[in-house]
């Protein structure tokens, strides 16, 4: 970058990168979309002010142009407005223009705002500035009356009780027929057991119940991994019907895998957080989004989780490679990872922060360890330093670069363009992995290559 | 839970067998504490679980690939290398579709790319590597400048996963696998053990880099060789094609093999000094004369009577295809492989623009021109192509001869790129676009000022006309990809809709304000990738 873009920096922070704009985009259509708009063709009298807003009118099918204004700098992430009509959001309108933004070839000048951009983003601020007094003024008030509060949660605790319990029977009757006949109940028994493990409002426990149905048809050796899941879901009732025995950590891990809600009350850690990793994974009822974060200064690894009802995208997007300074709070439970985003100070941005890493061996103990704090945990987040990527038969290893240890890739992560993104990457040399590792073996789903070089998603 | 010491190593197996066939079938192992079987079990497998999974182990690194050979190549500017993940992910089937309105098909941006980055000299991000690859197994055209921009490391990965296999084939002088032309005993053995595919790479690579030794090499075995691989083989010999190569081909025309012998006989043609050539001059001379005697110097024609075993051996075709006279078939063939300077001494003296405007008795004509035309093409000769092309702004009927657009676009390959683009511009001028495509696809890219100028013009009349653009969707095309980014500015003017016109087609000057918006958005498009790629 040269000349006048030099000085947009210094004045407006460093703009995204396309990539980083696309993450924004609700699906692929859009994604598309948006990058047909991101051209200067369409549009006209864009521009972008010190504070962070784009904006700028493009033109459609009709007459008259489309508004599009974007207020980047809002620490709570970007926020959009068009005139459009499209349901989507981001539009593809807000997503070209950001990437004819980030594209930085002078089409989106620094200028004054026009009034109705001015307007939008005035009001903006102003009801946000409203709300934070507000929200600062009703903290600590009106929780609800206490005692209907505990009798709420005591009934509920009643109900997942006799759920555990049934589901205790349940099993104890699959394991007197054995597993072979299980094979043959198929997937409808599986399915009624859930259905009574969410009247019982356990959805920790349903959720686990619905994936036992899908182990019978999950081929060859689905006899050991039904087992196992049956041993781990027993374990979990077990925990729950004597939580008052656990200790407390792996009492609240228990309340949390069986799907009670708890609260992130953790302090709230203040720090420079890298956006390690974001992807998605849906089924037909919901779409959830993981998002992991590195604490560059406390060293801490974070999943944020945020969820989108049927075919919507979830609302928090984080585009990988960015940074930025924020509050994040735990949830409680011994080795859970889970927290949430408090309030936010800057705007993303890229960073060239890299997470440490370590060897194959220790991420393998890494996981032996974190499964002390929680059994029925099946990964845990890992960067490898200094791996190789290596075909293994079939399959693929990650090859400590200075050792003759390899962790295997998981089968899920064998059938991805990702692994072909991170084999080009490495040509044969140590590269940076970030990953889950685990029983299943390791994902990879973010790297770096061992020189300089921006981080490569592979989810 | 029930704390078990460490139990037997094949402890978890048998409780997998246990919980298989059902406890009421097979007892649990292990004490059961007072409980019930099944609970005991349960108990057991979820030790024995959370044991096996805290204990996984790294496995033993399997042999990890020979690193790909380095890129010395400069890294692409990180501008450039968003715009070429963005190129790559407009490909068909990433989504979307439907009309393109005023937005720029980038697909269709990504030759140029590719072009204009491989004349920069830069290397390709490795992680765009894998949607490159993709992208060229779907589009053979692209595989050459795609390949060759991919570098080292596309290979590499080639070889990793057999997807992009195509790229080893056709990779310039088939990639790394293929011996350099000093390693003499390497391809002696590839071309004597190698795969046919393998073998046509080895050939065609040797070829262009030193056309002897590739014909001395395809000498070695040619007695032994299958006759389709022959003739495979033979065409390879086109690159580089020289007097060197006529003793070899000489020997071909008596090949067992009729294709062969043809291939064989079109490529002595080529080459003016031939002994084939001057043969098929000899034959030629006698067939066409000027006679002097009319009132007007007239070309008559007296067609072969008979395709003698000479003419065949010489690879004129004896059989004419249905619907053609046989003798005027082989007066085609024999005027198509005599050298053209041979006609100048023939028809007295006269320059190729005198010979064409010769009138010609009997309707030779049309078969005279044709032939020439063929001959000019073969031949390059641009003397007879720009006599035969005659003026660009002569109407079809009053051209020389009935010369189609097809060969048109053939001979004008004949002439240098700056005299191709005059020609056509004039074409357009006098023509308009509508038979215009054609010749513009054998224009050089960017376009020359006056070319591009001629296609605006010849738009804005369309434009003013008040026809469709999608009449004009090919020639626009074009346009986006070929015109000069230079010419942006001059077409903004254009991108205004229009008042509609009483004999105009009903919204069409917005259609059209459309499409020039998004030539213009393409253009500019373009202008930024260079700078890009330049900066």
Same mark, same amino acid.
């Given at each position: 970058?040269?000349?006048?873009?030099?000085?947009?920096?210094?004045?407006?922070?460093v703009?995204?990168t396309?990539?980083?704009?696309?993450?924004?985009?609700?699906?692929?259509?859009?994604?598309?979309?948006?990058?047909?708009?991101?051209?200067?063709?369409?549009?006209?009298?864009?521009?972008?002010? #010190?504070?962070?807003t /784009?904006?700028?009118?493009?033109k459609?099918?009709?007459?008259k142009?489309?508004?599009?204004?974007? #207020?980047?700098?809002?620490?709570?992430?970007?926020?959009y407005?068009?005139?459009?009509p499209?349901?989507?959001?981001?539009?593809?309108?807000?997503?070209?223009?950001?990437?004819?933004?980030?594209?930085? *070839?002078?089409?989106?000048?620094?200028?004054?705002?026009? #009034?109705?951009?001015?307007?939008?983003?005035?009001?903006?601020?102003?009801?946000?500035?409203?709300?934070?007094?507000?929200?600062?003024?009703?903290?600590?008030g009106?929780?609800?009356?206490?005692?209907?509060?505990?009798?709420?949660?005591?009934?509920?605790?009643?109900?997942?009780?006799?759920?555990?319990?049934?589901?205790?029977?349940?099993?104890?009757?699959l394991?007197r027929?054995?597993?072979?006949?299980?094979?043959?109940?198929?997937?409808?028994?599986?399915?009624?057991?859930a259905a009574r493990?969410?009247d019982?409002?356990?959805p920790?426990?349903?959720?686990?119940?619905?994936?036992?149905?899908?182990?019978?048809?999950s081929?060859?050796?689905?006899?050991?991994?039904?087992l196992?899941?049956?041993?781990?879901?027993?374990?979990?009732d077990q925990?729950?019907l004597?939580?008052?025995?656990?200790? *407390?950590?792996?009492a609240?891990?228990?309340?949390?895998?069986?799907?009670l809600?708890?609260s992130?009350?953790?302090?709230?850690?203040? *720090?420079?957080?890298?956006?390690?990793?974001?992807?998605?994974t849906?089924d037909?009822?919901?779409?959830?989004?993981?998002?992991?974060?590195?604490?560059?200064?406390?060293?801490?690894?974070?999943?944020?989780?945020? +969820?989108?009802?049927?075919?919507r995208?979830?609302e928090?997007?984080?585009?990988?490679?960015?940074?930025?300074?924020?509050?994040v709070?735990?949830?409680?439970?011994?080795?859970?990872l889970?927290?949430?985003?408090?309030?936010?100070?800057?705007?993303?941005?890229?960073?060239? /922060?890299?997470?440490?890493?370590?060897?194959?061996?220790q991420?393998?103990a890494? +996981?032996?360890?974190?499964?002390?704090?929680?059994?029925?945990? *099946?990964?845990?987040?890992?960067?490898?330093?200094?791996?190789?990527?290596?075909?293994?038969?079939?399959?693929?290893?990650?090859?400590?670069?200075?050792?003759?240890?390899?962790?295997?890739?998981?089968?899920?992560?064998?059938?991805?363009?990702?692994?072909?993104?991170? /084999?080009?990457?490495?040509g044969?040399?140590?590269?940076?992995?970030?990953?889950?590792?685990?029983?299943?073996?390791?994902?990879?789903?973010?790297?770096?290559?061992e020189?300089?070089?921006?981080?490569?998603?592979?989810? | 839970?029930?704390?078990?010491s %460490?139990?037997? =190593?094949?402890?978890?197996?048998?409780?997998?067998?246990?919980?298989?066939?059902?406890?009421d079938r097979?007892?649990?192992?292990?004490?059961?504490?007072?409980?019930?079987?099944?609970?005991?079990?349960?108990d057991?497998?979820?030790?024995?679980? $959370?044991r096996?999974?805290?204990?996984?182990?790294?496995a033993?690194a399997?042999?990890?690939?020979e690193?790909?050979?380095?890129?010395?190549?400069?890294?692409l500017?990180?501008?450039?290398?968003?715009?070429?993940?963005?190129?790559?992910?407009?490909?068909?089937?990433?989504?979307?579709?439907?009309?393109?309105?005023?937005?720029?098909?980038?697909?269709?941006l990504?030759p140029?790319w590719?072009?204009?980055?491989?004349?920069c000299?830069?290397?390709?991000?490795?992680?765009?590597?894998?949607?490159?690859?993709?992208?060229?197994?779907?589009?053979t055209?692209l595989?050459?400048?795609?390949?060759?921009?991919?570098?080292?490391?596309?290979?590499?990965l080639?070889?990793?996963?057999?997807?992009?296999?195509?790229a080893?084939?056709?990779a310039?002088?088939?990639?790394?696998?293929?011996?350099?032309?000093q390693e003499a005993?390497?391809?002696?053995r590839?071309?004597?053990?190698?795969l046919?595919?393998?073998?046509?790479?080895?050939?065609?690579?040797?070829?262009a880099?030193?056309?002897?030794?590739?014909?001395?090499?395809?000498?070695?075995t040619?007695?032994?060789?299958?006759?389709?691989?022959?003739?495979?083989?033979?065409? @390879?010999?086109?690159?580089?094609?020289?007097?060197d190569?006529?003793?070899f081909?000489?020997?071909?025309?008596?090949?067992?093999?009729r294709?062969? =012998? %043809?291939?064989a006989?079109?490529?002595l043609?080529?080459?003016?000094?031939?002994?084939?050539?001057?043969?098929?001059?000899? =034959?030629?001379?006698?067939?066409?004369?000027v006679?002097?005697?009319?009132?007007?110097?007239?070309?008559?024609?007296?067609?072969?009577?008979?395709?003698?075993?000479?003419?065949?051996?010489?690879?004129?075709?004896?059989?004419a295809?249905?619907?053609?006279?046989e003798?005027?078939w082989?007066l085609?063939?024999?005027?198509?492989a005599t050298?053209?300077?041979a006609?100048?001494?023939?028809l007295?003296?006269?320059?190729?623009?005198?010979?064409v405007?010769?009138?010609?008795?009997?309707?030779?004509?049309?078969?005279?021109?044709?032939?020439?035309?063929?001959?000019?093409?073969?031949?390059?000769?641009?003397g007879?192509?720009r006599?035969?092309?005659?003026s660009?702004?002569a109407?079809?009927?009053?051209?020389?001869?009935? $010369?189609?657009?097809?060969?048109?676009?053939?001979?004008?390959?004949?002439l240098?790129?700056?005299? =191709?683009?005059?020609?056509?511009?004039?074409?357009?001028?006098a023509?308009?676009? @509508?038979?215009?495509?054609?010749?513009?696809?054998?224009?050089a890219?960017?376009?020359?000022?006056?070319?591009?100028?001629?296609?605006?013009?010849?738009?804005?009349?369309?434009r003013?006309?008040?026809?469709?653009?999608?009449s004009? @969707?090919?020639?626009?095309?074009l346009?986006?990809?070929?015109?000069?980014?230079?010419?942006?500015?001059?077409?903004d003017?254009?991108?205004?809709?229009?008042?509609?016109?009483?004999?105009?087609?009903?919204?069409?000057?917005g259609?059209?304000?459309?499409?020039?918006?998004?030539?213009?958005?393409?253009?500019?498009?373009?202008?930024?990738?260079e700078?890009?790629?330049?900066s």
């Open positions: 970058m040269v000349g006048p873009t030099f000085d947009d920096m210094t004045q407006q922070g703009r995204w396309a990539e980083q704009v696309l993450a924004l985009a609700p699906d692929a259509a859009s994604r598309k979309a948006g990058s047909k708009l991101g051209a200067a063709g369409p549009w006209s009298e864009a521009g972008s002010s #010190d504070e962070g /784009v904006w700028g009118l493009c459609g099918s009709g007459s142009p489309y508004q599009t204004v974007i #207020d980047v700098a809002d620490s709570s992430g970007p926020a407005k068009c005139s459009c499209s349901r989507k959001f981001p539009c593809k309108h807000a997503l070209g223009l950001l990437l004819l933004w980030a594209g930085d *070839d002078g089409s989106v000048a620094r200028a004054q705002p026009p #009034d109705w951009a001015e307007q939008w983003i005035t009001g903006r601020r102003r009801r946000a500035e409203e709300k934070r007094t507000t929200t600062g003024a009703e903290s600590g009106t929780s609800g009356d206490p005692e209907a509060a505990r009798r709420r949660a005591e009934r509920r605790a009643e109900r997942i009780t006799a759920g555990a319990t049934e589901l205790e029977q349940r099993l104890s009757d394991l027929g054995g597993l072979a006949a299980a094979e043959q109940a198929g997937y409808g028994l599986w399915e009624e057991t493990m969410v019982a409002q356990a920790g426990l349903a959720a686990r119940v619905r994936e036992l149905g899908a182990i019978p048809g081929g060859p050796g689905w006899p050991v991994r039904l196992e899941e049956c041993a781990l879901l027993h374990l979990l925990g729950w004597r939580r008052e025995r656990l200790p *407390d950590g792996l609240a891990t228990v309340r949390s895998r069986v799907g809600p708890g992130a009350d953790g302090p709230p850690v203040r *720090d420079h957080w890298l956006v390690l990793a974001q992807y998605d849906a037909a009822r919901l779409t959830t989004r993981r998002i992991w974060l590195y604490g560059a200064e406390s060293g801490r690894t974070a999943l944020l989780l945020s +969820y989108g009802a049927a075919g995208p979830p928090l997007t984080l585009p990988m490679g960015l940074a930025f300074e924020a509050e709070s735990s949830y409680p439970g011994a080795g859970q889970r927290a949430s985003l408090g309030q936010r100070f800057t705007a993303p941005e890229p960073a060239a /922060v890299r997470p440490p890493g370590v060897t194959p061996a991420a393998a890494r +996981y032996g360890e974190a499964l002390r704090d929680d059994p029925w945990l *099946d990964s845990v987040p890992v960067t490898l330093s200094r791996v190789v990527p290596a075909p293994d038969g079939d399959s693929w290893q990650l090859s400590d670069a200075d050792g003759d240890m390899a962790l295997p890739l998981s089968l899920s992560a064998r059938s991805r363009p990702g692994l072909w993104r991170l /084999v080009a990457l490495s044969g040399a140590p590269v940076t992995v970030f990953g889950e590792c685990g029983h299943h073996g390791f994902t990879p789903l973010t790297a770096w290559p020189g300089a070089g921006d981080a490569v998603g592979l989810c | 839970m029930n704390s078990t %460490a139990p037997p =190593r094949n402890a978890w197996e048998e409780l997998v067998t246990v919980a298989l066939l059902g406890t097979r007892p649990a192992p292990g004490p059961a504490a007072g409980r019930e079987a099944p609970v005991a079990l349960l057991a497998a979820a030790v024995e679980t $959370v096996r999974r805290a204990g996984v182990r790294p033993r399997a042999v990890r690939p690193p790909a050979a380095p890129d010395p190549r400069p890294p500017p990180p501008a450039a290398a968003r715009r070429l993940a963005q190129l790559l992910a407009d490909r068909p089937g990433a989504g979307g579709g439907g009309r393109r309105g005023t937005a720029p098909d980038l697909m269709e990504l140029q590719l072009a204009l980055a491989n004349a000299g830069l290397a390709a991000p490795p992680e765009a590597l894998p949607a490159l690859l993709d992208t060229a197994r779907g589009r055209d595989r050459p400048a795609a390949l060759a921009f991919a570098g080292p490391r596309a290979l590499w080639a070889r990793l996963n057999p997807d992009w296999r195509f080893l084939r056709a310039p002088g088939g990639g790394a696998d293929l011996p350099g032309p005993d390497r391809i002696r590839l071309w004597q053990e190698g046919f595919a393998e073998r046509v790479a080895l050939l065609t690579g040797i070829r880099q030193e056309p002897a030794a590739a014909r001395e090499l395809l000498e070695t040619w007695a032994t060789e299958r006759a389709e691989d022959r003739l495979m083989f033979l065409d @390879s010999l086109r690159t580089g094609l020289g007097s190569d006529e003793p081909l000489e020997r071909a025309l008596t090949d067992r093999s294709n062969v =012998r %043809a291939t006989a079109e490529l043609s080529a080459l003016p000094g031939s002994a084939l050539a001057a043969r098929m001059a000899d =034959r030629a001379a006698a067939c066409v004369a006679d002097r005697t009319r009132d007007v110097p007239t070309i008559v024609v007296e067609a072969p009577h008979e395709c003698d075993a000479g003419m065949e051996r010489d690879g004129v075709a004896p059989k295809p249905a619907g053609r006279g003798r005027s082989w085609g063939q024999l005027v198509e050298p053209l300077a006609w100048s001494a023939r007295g003296g006269r320059s190729p623009e005198e010979i405007a010769l009138p010609v008795a009997d309707d030779w004509q049309g078969e005279l021109n044709a032939a020439w035309c063929r001959a000019a093409v073969r031949q390059g000769d641009a007879w192509s006599a035969l092309l005659g660009p702004s109407t079809e009927a009053a051209g020389p001869g009935a $010369v189609s657009l097809a060969e048109r676009a053939k001979l004008l390959g004949t240098d790129a700056g005299e =191709r683009a005059e020609w056509v511009a004039g074409f357009i001028a023509h308009g676009l @509508s038979e215009a495509f054609q010749l513009l696809g054998v224009c890219v960017p376009w020359a000022p006056a070319l591009g100028g001629a296609v605006v013009d010849a738009l804005n009349i369309a003013d006309a008040g026809s469709y653009p999608w004009f @969707s090919g020639v626009m095309g346009a986006e990809r070929c015109l000069s980014p230079a010419e942006a500015a001059r077409l003017a254009l991108t205004a809709t229009p008042e509609e016109q009483e004999d105009a087609s009903p919204g069409a000057g259609y059209w304000s459309e499409a020039f918006q998004r030539l213009v958005t393409t253009l500019r498009l373009r202008a930024a990738m700078e890009e790629l330049r």
